[in-house]
């Protein structure tokens, strides 16, 4: 059976310490594997085709590493969904994602052209015997902030993850907030790599000849790259507009 829902683009970037696990996260959450060991230095964007709620969706993650030279309105600007992991056994990495969510509090989104949601995540909950933050702790931070929260390990049970960010894409489906203006037509106005490099996957989301596919792979699902932001000037047009 084929599904005829128009694909959607849907941006998710995963922000928050070193070493929280953001890497394992994004990895398992594309492929559905643990690898174990990430390159700490690497800062990339992957994407996978998945239905929600019967609705076809092109899901672009964005695995970040923070660094003083890297404008954080890269992710900022770019995502829908805000996902700030920390690591239970960390309470520094915890410290560090309350610093996350105050700032994205504190940003003026009123200029972006995305309605964000914020997931709060503990990764490393398969690491009980070493837990510095408990699950309560989690929630009230979350609470605090208006986000969601999930608990989950990248090495063993993504479940709560996945179905946390589920239930945020099924909400801006829905369009359960109303979507605030956007200053762009479309999603392939705001991301303007060079000539080329998201040809195929801009060309297939504009035309409402795309078909979601509905048959689940049996293999992990494919694991797209694509060359790092930065380096394609994305969100170049969204940087115009707060410098303006
Ligand atoms: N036990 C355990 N280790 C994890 C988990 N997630 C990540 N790690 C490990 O934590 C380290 C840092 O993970 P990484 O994804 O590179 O963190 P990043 O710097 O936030 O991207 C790596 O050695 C991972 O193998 C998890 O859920 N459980
Ligand atoms: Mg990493």
């Known amino acids: 059976m084929r599904n005829s829902a128009p694909l959607r683009e849907l941006h998710v970037a995963l922000v928050g310490m070193a070493g929280s696990g953001k890497s394992a996260v994004a990895v398992k ?5 643990f690898i174990g060991e990430y390159d700490s230095t690497l800062e990339d964007n992957y994407c996978r085709q998945e239905t929600v709620g019967g609705q076809c969706l092109m899901v672009w993650m964005m695995d970040t590493v923070e660094s003083a030279t890297k ?9 829908d969904v805000y996902v700030v992991i920390y690591d239970v056994t960390s309470q520094l990495s915890f410290q560090y994602a309350e610093g ?17 949601r914020t997931l709060l995540v503990g990764n490393k909950s398969d690491l009980e015997r070493y837990r510095q933050v408990s699950e ?10 208006k986000a969601y929260f999930a608990e989950c390990s990248a090495a063993s049970d993504l479940r709560q993850f996945t179905q ?15 979507p605030s203006p956007r200053q762009c037509s479309s999603d392939s106005e705001i991301i303007t790599p060079r000539k080329g490099a998201f040809s195929s996957l801009r060309s297939s989301s504009r035309s409402s000849q795309v078909r979601a596919k ?11 790259k694509t060359p790092s932001l930065s380096k394609l000037k994305t ?6 507009l707060f410098h303006t």
């Open 29 to 33: 959450y594309i492929t559905k594997r």
């Open 214 to 224: 509905t048959s689940t792979p049996k293999a992990p699902a494919p694991l797209h």
């Open 164 to 178: 946390s960010l589920h239930s945020i894409f099924q909400n801006i489906i829905s369009g359960a907030r109303s």
């Open 71 to 79: 404008d954080e309105m890269r992710w900022i600007a770019w995502a």
């Open 100 to 116: 996350i969510l105050e700032r994205i509090s504190r940003h003026e989104h009123v200029l972006c052209p995305r309605e964000h």
């Open 235 to 240: 969100g170049s047009k969204l940087l115009k």
């Open 136 to 145: 309560t702790e989690g929630e009230r931070l979350a609470s605090q902030h």
